[in-house]
């Protein structure tokens, strides 16, 4: 019997014996992109588990090799298939003692690239897309015969009903802070963004499913949710009355689950941000003071050649309400610079909505070609070296007032939910309420739990802080802020 007929036989015995253990195998996972394609690699892996697989960072000792790509940066195609010429001769050298490698693209560029994927790379076994992950066992079953199997259909229900499946069972020990995906797919139609022909129109998991996973994650020791979706506050979800509810209802039923102690969503639309939602962040302790909401350009000529759906006015009359709800809070943003048809007057509206709005952090990027998109076929793209000053230009500016940002918190007292031990030895680190990440000497038990920390220093990115002893740290650190944030 060879390694793949012995895989199908345990499959099958493991889909009729409920007392079958599965031989012990290696998976390895290379994620890539962004928070969602994290949250379907552990989901992933979580389908592996009752298969016999368990996680392996090293190449040589995986029995499986899953990619999960992303199509949104320039050349993706072209990277994954580079990647692949060098798990070919890892899995070349593994056949020469007598092992095989199954391996499997997932992810946006599968669902892209499809069949292609397989002429171009004869050695993968499976090419599936971001709606298929429940069914891997089937298809790691169906590839074990010698079929490539190709799967991209957008059979999204099917997915989201078997995430809500495993989530009824029994809880694992989890990381003080995790994601979850509650809406997937976009209807924006942005003109340089693949998503939607990637990810296919949005579906919103319903109320209960997404509880049902939240309480699961909360008991496993979960203290903070980052709610995904790629238009995350277009979800619009059931509830168990048959009603609809928007995610500011959504987060205010999240906010009652006993141990979640913060909440956090990514990404969101300036269209969909409604008066329910903001008003989440002037009443929800456990929503964090963060918020990421792209506006891409500041020039109304090239919002409307993105399809942004919004003006640059609508967009400073929306921060104004969300500060008005919630003064201390730290806004995110994308930029897009160098869109078709961006003059420099275009570029310098921009520049002056990011000095006008003064962002905590924001990520910035030269617009790119995405093959398939109305802007690839745009024709007055704009020169590489123009692209790239205005870039440097925007990118210092921002820097700025990220420092000036992270100035203000010196000397404030703040919660932090520590995650992981430093890099230093007897050093913890955990994140602060605006998502910076905070180092402190400290001892490993307190990860997992949530402490005062007296911001003492500040970094390009990061905090840095003290343990503060028996103090609260929530009541004196908002009142401060509201003092001190924006004036610096
Ligand atoms: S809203 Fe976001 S995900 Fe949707 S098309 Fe626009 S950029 Fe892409």
Same mark, same amino acid.
């Given at each position: 019997?060879?390694?793949?007929? *012995? ?25 890539y ?13 979580? +389908? ?8 392996t960072e090293?190449?040589? @000792? ?7 790509? #992303? &199509?949104i ?31 499997? +693209? ?12 397989s ?14 992950y ?6 790691l079953? *169906? ?9 991209? !259909?957008?059979?999204?229900?099917a997915?989201?009903e &078997? ?7 029994? !809880? ?15 209807? %924006?139609?942005?003109?340089?963004? +693949? ?11 319903? +109320?209960?499913?997404?509880?049902? *996973? ?8 979960v ?20 009603s ?28 969909d ?25 500041g020039? @109304? %000529?090239?919002l409307?050649?993105?399809n942004?759906? &919004?003006?640059?006015? !609508?967009?400073?009359?929306?921060i104004?309400?969300?500060r ?8 995110? #943003? ?18 002056d ?19 398939g ?6 024709? @007055?793209?704009?020169?590489?070296d ?16 990220q ?10 007292? #703040? @919660?932090v939910?520590?995650?992981? %031990?430093?890099?230093?030895?007897g050093q913890?680190?955990? %994140?602060?309420?605006w ?19 007296e911001?003492?220093?500040?970094g ?10 028996? &103090? ?10 509201k003092?001190a944030?924006?004036?610096?």
């Amino acid at each position: 019997m060879t390694e793949r007929q *012995e895989f199908e036989a345990t499959d099958i015995a493991a889909s009729t014996d409920p007392k079958f253990v599965a031989p012990e195998r290696k998976v390895f996972m290379r994620t890539y992109g962004c928070q969602m394609n994290v949250y379907d690699s552990n989901r992933m892996t979580d +389908v592996l588990g009752p298969q016999g697989y368990t996680a392996t960072e090293n190449l040589e @000792d995986a029995d499986l090799v899953i990619l999960n790509t #992303c &199509h949104i940066r320039e050349k993706a195609a072209e990277k994954v298939y580079s990647e692949l010429g060098r798990i070919r001769k890892v899995k070349e050298a593994r056949a020469l003692d007598g092992k095989d490698m199954m391996i499997g +693209v997932a992810g946006c560029v599968a669902q892209a690239e499809g069949e292609e994927i397989s002429r171009r790379a004869p050695i993968v076994d499976m090419v599936f897309g971001p709606q298929s992950y429940h069914r891997l066992p089937k298809i790691l079953a *169906e590839a074990a015969t010698g079929k490539t199997v190709i799967e991209t !259909e957008f059979d999204i229900d099917a997915k989201f009903e &078997h995430l809500s499946a495993q989530a009824a069972q029994p !809880e694992r020990k989890r990381a003080p802070a995790a994601f979850l995906t509650v809406q997937e797919g976009c209807d %924006k139609f942005c003109t340089f963004c +693949v998503v939607p022909y990637t990810r296919g129109a949005e579906v919103s998991r319903s +109320v209960e499913q997404i509880v049902t *996973e939240a309480g699961q994650m909360a008991a496993g020791g979960v203290r903070e949710i980052t709610l995904l979706g790629q238009n995350v506050n277009g979800w619009h979800g059931k509830a168990p009355d048959g009603s609809t509810w928007g995610l500011g209802r959504l987060v205010r039923r999240l906010s009652e689950i006993e141990g979640l102690d913060r909440l956090r969503y990514t990404t969101s639309h300036p269209r969909d941000m409604d008066d329910e939602l903001i008003d989440a962040h002037r009443d929800l302790k456990t929503l964090m003071p963060y918020l990421h909401l792209p506006v891409q350009s500041g020039s @109304d %000529k090239i919002l409307a050649a993105m399809n942004r759906k &919004h003006t640059r006015d !609508e967009y400073f009359r929306l921060i104004d309400r969300i500060r008005d709800a919630s003064p201390d809070i730290a806004l995110s #943003c994308d930029f897009i610079v160098g869109f078709p048809g961006e003059t420099d007057q275009d570029f310098q509206d921009t520049m002056d909505l990011i000095r006008r709005v003064e962002f905590g952090s924001a990520f910035s990027f030269k617009y790119s070609q995405r093959p398939g998109t109305p802007g690839a076929t745009m024709t @007055d793209q704009v020169p590489e070296d123009v692209k790239s000053a205005r870039l440097a230009e925007l990118q210092a500016l921002v820097a700025n007032q990220q420092t000036a940002f992270n100035a203000s918190r010196m000397g404030m007292t #703040c @919660d932090v939910l520590f995650e992981r %031990k430093g890099r230093n030895t007897g050093q913890i680190v955990g %994140k602060s309420p605006w998502l910076q990440p905070v180092p402190v000497d400290g001892p490993d038990s307190l990860i997992g739990t949530i402490q005062p920390v007296e911001i003492t220093g500040i970094g390009s990115n990061s905090l840095f802080g003290r343990l503060v002893a028996g &103090h609260h740290a929530s009541v004196s650190s908002t009142d401060a802020i509201k003092e001190a944030v924006f004036d610096a």
